[in-house]
């Protein structure tokens, strides 16, 4: 398959939105019900772990764009949209120490999750569909798995959310209401937008 021809039988889906919103869940799930079909990709994984964050108040600050490995994460969005396999370094987030290598091969459709995904113009165009999901900030706190202590959510998560994640919902071609994000039906939804953008750009797809 040359690479316009892997570029044009492929679709590019964006999930973003706040730490906690349930991305990854979401994005997960997809890729579960269509294993075959689906590829998935963490703009987590493109952090910046060889360097320290920036600080905000005395606290490093782990939610900044700058803290992102932008060029890298693009080149990779633009290998996979050529139809190559790329490889991966993904870090845990609790124990930075441990890391692994793994690859990732071009589908049908490539899901790709983070919670500043649309804040890069560039990450926008080589994305199909763009899906903020939406979810109310007691949630997004009492869901999030790391950093949770109160100084930290106060003095950097929440500003960083409203400066530099909270304006990129605009760009977003859905909004999905994160509350449910759990339920079957979040993951139905997002299907049924995936074959309608998949329709409108002549593509075979079915999930």
């Known amino acids: 398959m ?12 964006g999930i973003a939105g706040g730490s906690g919103a349930g991305k990854t869940t979401l994005a997960q799930r997809l890729e579960h019900l269509n294993p075959d079909k689906i590829a998935l990709l963490h703009l987590d994984d493109f952090q910046k ?25 693009i080149e990779i969005l633009i290998q996979l949209r050529k139809g190559q396999v790329v490889s991966i370094e993904h870090r845990d987030p609790i124990d930075l120490g441990s890391q692994q290598i ?15 995904l649309f804040y890069n113009s560039v990450v926008r165009n080589l994305l199909d569909l763009l899906i903020f999901v939406d979810v109310s900030e007691p949630t997004r706190i009492s869901r999030r798995t790391k950093m949770k202590y109160p ?8 500003p960083m959310h409203q400066e530099y994640v909270e304006p990129t919902r605009h760009f977003a071609t859905h909004i999905l209401n994160g509350e449910t994000i759990k339920s079957e039906v979040s993951a139905q939804i997002v299907e049924r937008w995936i074959a309608s953008k998949a329709q409108s750009l002549g593509l075979d797809l079915k999930l």
């Open 2 to 13: 040359t690479a316009a021809n892997a570029e044009k039988k492929m679709l590019f889906v």
């Open 151 to 158: 100084k930290y959510v106060e003095k950097v998560l929440l």
């Open 49 to 73: 772990f060889q360097t320290d964050p920036p600080e905000l108040e005395g606290l490093s600050n782990w939610e900044h764009p700058d803290y992102i490995d932008w060029n890298g994460f």
């Open 102 to 116: 793994f690859e990732v091969s071009p589908k049908r459709v490539v899901v790709v999750e983070g919670y500043l």
